[in-house]
């Protein structure tokens, strides 16, 4: 079993919940974490550019059962953070994709960095950014074009791990790759799997429990990387890769929903959200925003939105067109119609 073993960063925070992760035979555990090592060595003697002798130190401390045991803890009970796009309670280390075990195992490391603890992880786990980077993208460029799998899920959201890695770091070449080449093939990928088109029925109304965590990955993963590319425009004047007018997905589910831990939860959660208004798309929303009628049942149907909902649309829409005028936006958003 994998659970929370008390660990408190500087300011005594102790995370949202006493987090325990799905219960992981310890072997099954290790055989990813061996995988891992594995996979990355033969990237190494594939790669001449790549030194086998700067990462020995980084192997023998990183790729150990107990390091990921403790990584994976850091990164989950921060689920106010990038953990709130894993979905938690089906999260089982010993099947998820490796790429994404890796990713996982590297935001907990740079968190590690503010626990009083005695274990940072971060300076160990930076010198295996770039190889990480190697290895994900690579295993991203591989998933065939329109793979509705949880694997090819998997594979992009390890991909965003990265990105949004590399863009906290302090490494200018990292930073500018994720920039000009990583996000931009993130895009892509998602954009070629097919998770940018709006399913015909509300992932509230799906009675699989699974097919609702599946189909509500795609839409968070979607909505922080538009929300990501409109930080990009924003602060570094990078191009933007997404469009608004291409986001026909709805936006994500609420907390509740998204955090029901079994079927019998999930089914509860559904049946009171059947009784609300059917679920805005991010274009709809944006259109909406720009619109010259505001009525009571479009301020209803945006009272229920999420902060990080609204924030989103308009962190990732507007930075990305910065249009001379409202009018011009308009029809840019109608432009794909």
Same mark, same amino acid.
């Given at each position: 079993?994998?659970?929370?073993?008390?660990?408190?960063?500087?300011?005594?925070?102790?995370?949202?919940?006493?987090?325990?992760?799905?219960?992981?035979?310890?072997?099954?555990?290790?055989?990813?974490?061996?995988?891992?090592?594995?996979?990355?060595?033969?990237?190494?003697?594939?790669?001449?550019?790549?030194?086998?002798?700067?990462?020995?130190?980084?192997?023998?401390?990183?790729?150990?059962?107990?390091?990921? =045991?403790?990584? @994976?803890?850091?990164?989950? *009970? $921060?689920?106010?953070? !990038?953990? &709130?796009?894993?979905?938690? /309670? %089906?999260? +089982?280390?010993?099947?998820?994709?490796?790429?994404?075990?890796?990713?996982?195992?590297?935001?907990?490391?740079?968190?590690?960095?503010?626990?009083?603890?005695?274990?940072?992880?971060?300076?160990?786990?930076?010198?295996?950014?770039?190889?990480?980077?190697?290895?994900?993208?690579?295993?991203?460029?591989?998933?065939?074009?329109?793979?509705?799998?949880?694997?090819?899920?998997?594979?992009?959201?390890?991909?965003?791990?990265?990105?949004?890695?590399?863009?906290?770091?302090?490494?200018?070449?990292?930073?500018?790759?994720?920039?000009?080449?990583? =996000?931009?093939? @993130?895009?892509?990928?998602? *954009? $070629?799997?097919?998770? !940018?088109? &709006?399913?015909?029925?509300? /992932? %509230?109304? +799906?009675?699989?429990?699974?097919?609702?965590?599946?189909?509500?990955?795609?839409?968070?993963?979607?909505?922080?990387?538009?929300?990501?590319?409109?930080?990009?425009?924003?602060?570094?004047?990078?191009?933007?890769?997404?469009?608004?007018?291409?986001?026909?997905?709805?936006?994500?589910?609420?907390?509740?929903?998204?955090?029901?831990?079994?079927?019998?939860?999930?089914?509860?959660?559904?049946?009171?959200?059947?009784?609300?208004?059917?679920?805005?798309?991010?274009?709809?929303?944006?259109?909406?925003?720009?619109?010259?009628?505001?009525?009571?049942?479009?301020?209803?149907?945006?009272?229920?939105?999420?902060?990080?909902? !609204?924030?989103?649309?308009?962190?990732?829409?507007?930075?990305?067109?910065?249009?001379?005028?409202?009018?011009?936006?308009?029809?840019?958003?109608?432009?794909?119609?």
């Amino acid at each position: 079993m994998l659970d929370y073993d008390g660990i408190h960063d500087a300011a005594g925070y102790s995370g949202d919940i006493a987090l325990t992760l799905p219960a992981t035979p310890v072997d099954g555990l290790e055989a990813q974490v061996r995988l891992l090592e594995d996979d990355l060595r033969k990237l190494i003697n594939n790669r001449p550019n790549l030194n086998d002798a700067v990462y020995q130190d980084s192997f023998a401390t990183f790729f150990t059962c107990a390091t990921f =045991h403790k990584l @994976l803890t850091l990164f989950f *009970r $921060r689920r106010q953070l !990038l953990a &709130r796009m894993i979905h938690w /309670p %089906t999260f +089982n280390p010993a099947t998820v994709d490796p790429g994404l075990l890796l990713a996982i195992a590297l935001c907990g490391a740079a968190y590690s960095h503010h626990s009083v603890e005695p274990f940072d992880y971060a300076a160990t786990a930076s010198k295996l950014h770039q190889l990480a980077e190697k290895y994900i993208f690579r295993r991203m460029k591989r998933c065939p074009a329109s793979d509705a799998s949880p694997a090819a899920l998997e594979v992009c959201q390890a991909a965003y791990l990265v990105v949004f890695l590399q863009l906290s770091g302090s490494d200018y070449d990292a930073r500018r790759r994720a920039i000009t080449k990583r =996000h931009p093939a @993130l895009v892509d990928a998602i *954009r $070629r799997l097919g998770m !940018l088109k &709006r399913t015909t029925a509300s /992932p %509230t109304h +799906n009675a699989d429990w699974h097919a609702f965590v599946y189909k509500e990955s795609c839409i968070k993963l979607v909505t922080w990387t538009l929300f990501t590319d409109g930080l990009l425009a924003l602060f570094f004047n990078s191009p933007p890769s997404m469009t608004v007018s291409e986001m026909s997905i709805d936006l994500p589910c609420s907390d509740g929903l998204w955090d029901a831990d079994c079927p019998s939860s999930f089914e509860e959660e559904e049946n009171e959200e059947k009784q609300t208004l059917q679920p805005l798309c991010i274009k709809e929303v944006m259109e909406e925003l720009l619109g010259d009628d505001w009525d009571d049942t479009i301020a209803a149907a945006y009272g229920r939105l999420s902060v990080f909902s !609204l924030y989103s649309v308009i962190g990732g829409g507007f930075p990305g067109f910065r249009p001379t005028s409202i009018s011009a936006y308009k029809s840019q958003l109608t432009s794909a119609e």
